[in-house]
Each structure stands twice: as structure tokens, then as C-alpha cells.
């Protein structure tokens, strides 16, 4: 079987707009969810609401890959499928090596859609002298003092980051030096690379600040109403006191038959 090494995927080499291949795995998710049930053929709009985009995105999307469908059948699920896959490269085999196997790196390790997905980890690497040996997911732990030699012998080119942000960009170094050329970063911290190395960062805390403002946001929201409805009300108060006249206090009127005190015009003084 091919590896990572020998093939790219020719996405950006067909004029595949990073936007729609950033939503691949979405319908590629999607799709084989629909061919484990056994479904045949999917519209545009029933897939675009699996995968969360509107049917105008994703019949776009899919005219980059040469797929238009059949009027009044839709998409062929298993042949997407194929498509998207190919695509994507993982018609392949693509060996992942994960540095950093503390408790992430073990679930990451754990975790059955690599191989299902075209992924094999190939192995786990860690700077703990203590962890070395050790069966992780099936896989003996094996040291950073290794790593240069783990990758050139099992044609990596794709390196998982799970360190403490302190170390993320010397194993970063390293497994560019050695020939890594793509990184997905779960350290947090900001990487540096070289021009052709791809990095796709993956911090779970700026995820949840991002959610934290929305959930934020909406409870403002939610309060809005009763905000407006203070206003309105305070709104309307002001303008019913400028519509009506002021009361005003009036004299007593004299013999002048309702003239003031000195005998002119009525006295009238706002309250």
C-alpha cells in the first residue's frame, strides 16, 4: 500500500478553494453515516443539513470536484464517498506519529477513527524516559531520542503535537527537520514553520472561550427585552409630561374681577 510519502492530494493543484476543502470531512462525515444505513442516493438539501451548510455551498463545492448529481435522484452516497476520499487522500494509507503521551496523547492514541479514516499511528513518542516501554493503545511508548529514525523509517510526513506548550515548538523543529511536512498542533501555543509546512491547530480553550461569548451574548439577549420595555416605558413617561401642560398656581383674584394683586393680569407661576 502507498504512504504518506508518495502521493498529495491534488486539491490545491485543481483550484480547490480551502473554504470547500475545509468542508470535505463535513460531507465525507455525513456520507458514511448515510452508507452504514445503507442509503442509496441523498439530495442536496438533506446532506447540506448533515453536514450543517445550505444546499446552494454544497452544490457548489461538490461542481470542484466534477459531481452535479442527477436531477430528481440526487447524489450517489457511496460514489461521494469514493470521490470525497480521494480527494481528501485517504484512498491511502497516511502514517501519524503523536508526540507527547500524556493524557491526551493517550486518548488521541486511543481514538479508533484514525484507522478508518486512512490514518495508522505508527507510532508514540514521548520525552519521558519512564514512559518508554510502556503499551499505549497497543503501542509501546518510545522515546523522543527516536523520533528522527521513527520517521524515516516509516515514511511519516504527518506529526501529531500533544506536548506542554514549553516543548511544542522543538518537537516541531524536529519533526520538520526530519521530514514531517504537515502538524496538527494541540500544544497552546503558536508554531513557526517553514514555507510548505502545514499546520492545523486544534486549542480546545479558545473553542470554549468562543462558546463562552456567544453563551454570553445570548443572555444579553434574553435580558433585552425587558431592557427595551423599561425604556419604552420611560420613554413614553417623558413624552406625556412635555404633551401636557405644567399645573400652575393661581392667585386669589381681587376686586379687580380677575386681576391680580395690582390690578393687571392674572398672576399664573408654574407650580
Same mark, same amino acid.
Given at each position: 500500500?502507498?504512504?504518506?510519502?508518495?502521493?498529495?492530494?491534488?486539491?490545491?493543484?485543481?483550484?480547490?478553494?480551502?473554504?470547500?476543502?475545509?468542508?470535505?470531512?463535513?460531507?465525507?462525515?455525513?456520507?458514511?453515516?448515510?452508507?452504514?444505513?445503507?442509503?442509496?442516493?441523498?439530495?442536496?438539501?438533506?446532506?447540506?443539513?448533515?453536514?450543517?451548510?445550505?444546499?446552494?455551498?454544497?452544490?457548489?463545492?461538490?461542481?470542484?470536484?466534477?459531481?452535479?448529481?442527477?436531477?430528481?435522484?440526487?447524489?450517489?452516497?457511496?460514489?461521494?464517498?469514493?470521490?470525497?476520499?480521494?480527494?481528501?487522500?485517504?484512498?491511502?494509507?497516511?502514517?501519524?506519529?503523536?508526540?507527547?503521551?500524556?493524557?491526551?496523547?493517550?486518548?488521541?492514541?486511543?481514538?479508533?477513527?484514525?484507522?478508518?479514516?486512512?490514518?495508522?499511528? &505508527? +507510532?508514540?513518542?514521548? @520525552?519521558?524516559? %519512564?514512559? *518508554?516501554?510502556?503499551?499505549?493503545?497497543?503501542? !509501546? /511508548?518510545?522515546? $523522543?531520542?527516536?523520533?528522527?529514525?521513527?520517521?524515516?523509517?516509516?515514511?511519516?510526513?504527518?506529526?501529531?503535537?500533544?506536548?506542554?506548550?514549553?516543548?511544542?515548538?522543538?518537537?516541531?523543529?524536529?519533526?520538520?527537520?526530519?521530514?514531517?511536512?504537515?502538524?496538527?498542533?494541540?500544544?497552546?501555543?503558536?508554531?513557526?514553520?517553514?514555507?510548505?509546512?502545514?499546520?492545523?491547530?486544534?486549542?480546545?480553550?479558545?473553542?470554549?472561550?468562543?462558546?463562552?461569548?456567544?453563551?454570553?451574548?445570548?443572555?444579553?439577549?434574553?435580558?433585552?427585552?425587558?431592557?427595551? &420595555? +423599561?425604556?419604552?416605558? @420611560?420613554?413614553? %413617561?417623558? *413624552?406625556?409630561?412635555?404633551?401636557?401642560?405644567? !399645573? /400652575?398656581?393661581? $392667585?386669589?383674584?381681587?376686586?379687580?374681577?380677575?386681576?391680580?394683586?395690582?390690578?393687571?393680569?392674572?398672576?399664573?407661576?408654574?407650580?
Amino acid at each position: 500500500m502507498a504512504t504518506g510519502r508518495t502521493h498529495r492530494p491534488a486539491t490545491r493543484s485543481r483550484g480547490i478553494p480551502e473554504a470547500t476543502v475545509a468542508r470535505l470531512p463535513l460531507y465525507l462525515r455525513a456520507l458514511t453515516a448515510l452508507s452504514e444505513r445503507s442509503v442509496p442516493t441523498v439530495s442536496s438539501e438533506e446532506l447540506a443539513a448533515a453536514a450543517g451548510v445550505n444546499s446552494a455551498k454544497l452544490r457548489k463545492d461538490f461542481s470542484y470536484l466534477g459531481s452535479y448529481g442527477t436531477r430528481g435522484v440526487g447524489y450517489d452516497v457511496e460514489y461521494l464517498v469514493y470521490q470525497i476520499s480521494r480527494e481528501l487522500g485517504l484512498t491511502q494509507d497516511w502514517p501519524v506519529v503523536i508526540v507527547g503521551i500524556g493524557n491526551l496523547g493517550a486518548a488521541l492514541a486511543n481514538y479508533g477513527g484514525f484507522a478508518s479514516r486512512g490514518f495508522r499511528v &505508527a +507510532a508514540l513518542i514521548d @520525552a519521558d524516559p %519512564a514512559m *518508554a516501554g510502556k503499551p499505549v493503545a497497543g503501542l !509501546p /511508548v518510545r522515546h $523522543t531520542d527516536e523520533l528522527e529514525a521513527i520517521i524515516s523509517d516509516n515514511g511519516v510526513s504527518i506529526g501529531v503535537i500533544a506536548t506542554p506548550a514549553g516543548a511544542a515548538q522543538q518537537v516541531c523543529d524536529r519533526l520538520v527537520n526530519a521530514g514531517v511536512t504537515s502538524i496538527l498542533n494541540f500544544a497552546p501555543t503558536v508554531l513557526t514553520v517553514p514555507e510548505g509546512v502545514d499546520v492545523r491547530k486544534v486549542d480546545l480553550s479558545i473553542e470554549l472561550q468562543i462558546l463562552a461569548f456567544h453563551e454570553q451574548r445570548k443572555a444579553g439577549e434574553d435580558a433585552d427585552p425587558a431592557a427595551s &420595555a +423599561a425604556a419604552a416605558a @420611560a420613554t413614553s %413617561a417623558a *413624552a406625556a409630561a412635555v404633551a401636557t401642560p405644567p !399645573p /400652575v398656581a393661581r $392667585t386669589a383674584t381681587g376686586a379687580g374681577g380677575g386681576k391680580g394683586p395690582d390690578g393687571d393680569v392674572p398672576a399664573v407661576m408654574p407650580a
